[in-house]
C-alpha cells in the first residue's frame, strides 16, 4: 500500500520487475501540469506532459507561437497583426498624397 502523499494522480508511476519476477509499482516524482495556452488558459492539444526523450516535433505544435498560445488564440493574434498593418498601411499612403507643408 503506497503512503498516503503517493495516493495521487499527480505522481508519475512506473512499473519495475524485480528478481523474483514479481512486477511493483513505483511512484516517481510528480506529473507536470497539462500545457495551457498563454493567452486564455485553454488546454494545448498535442504537446505531452512528459517531454523526455522525445524528439523536438513531438514536443510541440508546428506553427508559429505553437505550444504557446492556443489556435484560436493564434487566429485572433494574426486577424489584429493584418488589421494594424493595413491601418498603418493606409496612414502612410494618405501621408505620401498629402505631404505635411512647414
Ligand atoms: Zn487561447
Do not use: W
Not at 523474483?20 to 516517481?28: A, H, N, Q
Not at 510528480?30 to 505531452?48: D, Q, S, T, V, Y
Amino acid at each position: 500500500m503506497p503512503k498516503p502523499s503517493d495516493r495521487t494522480t499527480k505522481r508519475r508511476r512506473t512499473f519495475k520487475r524485480l528478481p523474483g519476477g514479481k512486477t511493483v509499482k513505483r511512484v516517481k516524482g510528480k506529473m507536470k501540469g497539462k500545457a495551457r495556452c498563454g493567452k486564455c488558459g485553454a488546454e494545448l492539444h498535442g504537446i505531452p506532459r512528459d517531454t523526455r526523450k522525445l524528439s523536438k516535433s513531438e514536443k510541440t505544435v508546428n506553427r508559429p507561437y505553437g505550444g504557446h498560445y492556443c489556435s484560436r488564440c493564434l487566429r485572433e493574434k494574426i486577424k489584429e497583426k493584418i488589421k494594424s498593418l493595413g491601418e498603418r498601411l493606409a496612414q502612410v499612403a494618405q501621408e505620401s498624397q498629402h505631404p505635411p507643408t512647414s
